[in-house]
């Protein structure tokens, strides 16, 4: 059984070890004819690594050194990978976001990232260029520690996606349409790149009329299969890269403690399922028991936040000594109802730092409020922050900025804050233009960000937006109701155990607040993780200590397009 002395687990903070190691791997990025979801008579294809989709986990120990040869082997695009949950302290141009810390890597080239995972947690990995995390491009990492005094029975990744039978390039090309031609909801969920279309494990319980998934050895929508042993503790470490849905976990006959946040150690507490937003992580026990005779259970994932038009996706937990086949005695668990936010909100709110971990800087040197909205900008559907939509450069911005290009965006001018905004009604002006988006940050000040929700062009509706930020943990230090309040709302803020995390819901009609320290120079995206959404411009940049970007020596091979690409080629002419 497992013994966990609380006050001692959030040694897994220490970033380095005595005796850091390195892990160097190999990639090839292509595509590939896969059929995730097993769907009759639609052969897709998905981005695999190394043949590999999902592409393969990376583990690690905290201050590891990690060099991954990245080549891209896509006939006719561009490629990045981005280390979500990884802060990338002193090398922000290997953090993988194509247009701010480097060009995409051309078909048939290579380049290697070279970082450190300075911390133990949960993490994941996935393309920033284009939509290609919605074509596949994504795999799990798990950094761990060697003072982790947290000790389990066994571990299970649980990688958690949505799937459309359509490409990427086809989501693309609607999105950007005049109209817009919305993607719809997708078509599967899957766990672990697995996932069932148009079938139900669970079929006999008649769950939608579905049929019986007969699955063969080799097909590539064949569930992963959790084998446990009666009265032992497993952690499930869960990732949820989707493109769009919010997702609802729940494991039958099971309790859920939730023990860490995005890479970050919380305060346990014990729930039936969890919610989780794209972009989030989290690890949580599962304590087994001793079922006479043994049993399966299932595991089942559903939408959350969106009108579902997905089926549930399902695996099964699978206890010792239990019969290979056979029907599973009751239905699965019926994920909660998709609009049912107080349920959400209930969830977030119970989320607070484990002891140990630093409570935030009680008061900041800035505040940025950023109103998220739906616009249109010459008949295209855009969204937009402050009513400017987020356009990267073909230069990247690192690179503009370390070299002084004389552009147009490197005078920082940030969306301004618009007051006087109902945000429970359609916008009055609905058009919007485009911007850069970047904000400029001296180091070393503490930053509040007040994220706005409100509501689209149209109907009355307001959807989820989970923000992540790169380079960085934040503080979350509140979610409210309707229109930020200042002088009223601030003085409700948690300073005592708010917890760490790198993405945080912002709920429809409401504000989330969040703060962190500027300790990080490099210019980090800072956006809605919804795939579509920062498609459609849902995001900002900021552009931390410019005056030391200026002085790092950045890697040629990640500015080889754009001006920089210029300026290199002119001055290997002379």
């Not at 948690?494 to 500027?518: D, E, M, S």
């Not at 940049?541 to 020596?553: L, T």
Request: glycine residues 8%; contains cysteine; charged residues 15%.
């Amino acid at each position: 059984m497992l013994v966990i002395v609380w006050w001692l687990v959030t040694v897994v903070m220490v970033a380095a070890h005595s005796a850091s190691g390195v892990v160097e791997l190999y990639w090839e990025v292509e595509n590939q004819f896969w059929s995730p979801d097993c769907a009759e008579g639609s052969t897709g294809f998905v981005i695999t690594i190394n043949g590999t989709f999902p592409g393969p986990t990376i583990n690690a120990v905290a201050g590891d050194t990690v060099i991954i040869h990245v080549k891209n082997k896509l006939f006719t695009e561009g490629v990045v990978i981005h280390w979500h949950g990884i802060r990338q302290n002193g090398t922000p141009w290997s953090d993988g976001a194509a247009g701010l810390t480097q060009c995409p890597i051309n078909p048939g080239e290579t380049f290697t990232y070279n970082f450190t995972v300075d911390k133990a947690g949960t993490h994941f990995y996935h393309g920033h260029y284009g939509m290609q995390r919605s074509a596949g491009l994504y795999g799990m990492m798990v950094v761990t520690s060697p003072k982790e005094t947290l000790h389990s029975d066994g571990e299970f990744n649980l990688l958690l996606s949505d799937w459309w039978h359509q490409s990427s390039t086809f989501q693309e090309l609607s999105l950007s349409s005049k109209p817009m031609r919305w993607i719809g909801e997708p078509q599967s969920l899957l766990i672990n790149g697995r996932g069932q279309f148009n079938c139900s494990q669970a079929w006999y319980f008649n769950e939608g009329g579905l049929k019986e998934c007969k699955f063969k050895k080799e097909d590539h929508c064949a569930p992963t299969i959790l084998r446990v042993k009666p009265n032992s503790v497993y952690r499930l470490r869960i990732a949820s890269t989707t493109s769009l849905a919010s997702l609802n976990l729940a494991v039958e006959g099971h309790q859920l403690e939730v023990i860490e946040a995005d890479g970050n150690y919380v305060t346990p507490f014990t729930v039936k399922d969890i919610d989780i937003y794209s972009g989030e992580t989290y690890s949580v026990l599962l304590r087994t028991h001793n079922p006479s005779p043994p049993r399966k259970y299932w595991i089942s994932v559903g939408v959350r936040g969106r009108k579902p038009n997905t089926t549930q996706a399902l695996t099964v937990l699978h206890y010792a000594g239990a019969s290979e086949s056979g029907r599973l005695p009751s239905p699965p668990p019926v994920t909660p109802i998709w609009n049912d936010y107080k349920r959400s909100k209930t969830f977030s709110k119970k989320i607070f730092a484990a002891k140990g971990y630093p409570p935030p800087p009680e008061k900041s040197n800035k505040q940025l409020f950023l109103l998220n909205t739906q616009n249109l900008m010459e008949g295209y559907t855009k969204w937009a922050i402050n009513n400017l939509s987020l356009s990267v450069p073909p230069t990247p911005y690192i690179g503009s900025i370390r070299y002084g290009l004389p552009l147009e965006y490197l005078n920082f001018p940030g969306p301004d804050i618009i007051e006087n905004y109902d945000i429970n009604k359609p916008p009055v002006n609905p058009n919007t233009t485009v911007s850069s988006g970047i904000y400029k940050l001296p180091t070393g000040i503490v930053v509040d960000v007040i994220l706005q929700n409100a509501n689209v062009l149209n109907v009355e509706v307001s959807e989820v937006h989970p923000w992540h930020l790169h380079g960085h943990d934040f503080w979350i230090l509140g979610y409210g109701e309707e229109k930020f309040r200042p002088g009223v709302d601030d003085k409700k803020y948690n300073l005592i155990n708010p917890p760490l995390r790198n993405t945080v819901p912002l709920y429809p009609y409401g504000w989330t607040a969040l703060r962190f320290v500027t300790d990080n120079p490099g210019v980090w995206f800072f956006h809605c993780h919804i795939e579509p959404h920062l498609h459609m411009g849902m995001g900002v940049v900021f552009a931390e200590g410019v005056d030391q970007i200026v002085k790092m020596n950045i890697p040629r091979e990640a500015l080889g397009c754009g001006l920089t690409g210029e300026m290199f080629m002119n001055q290997g002419r002379h």
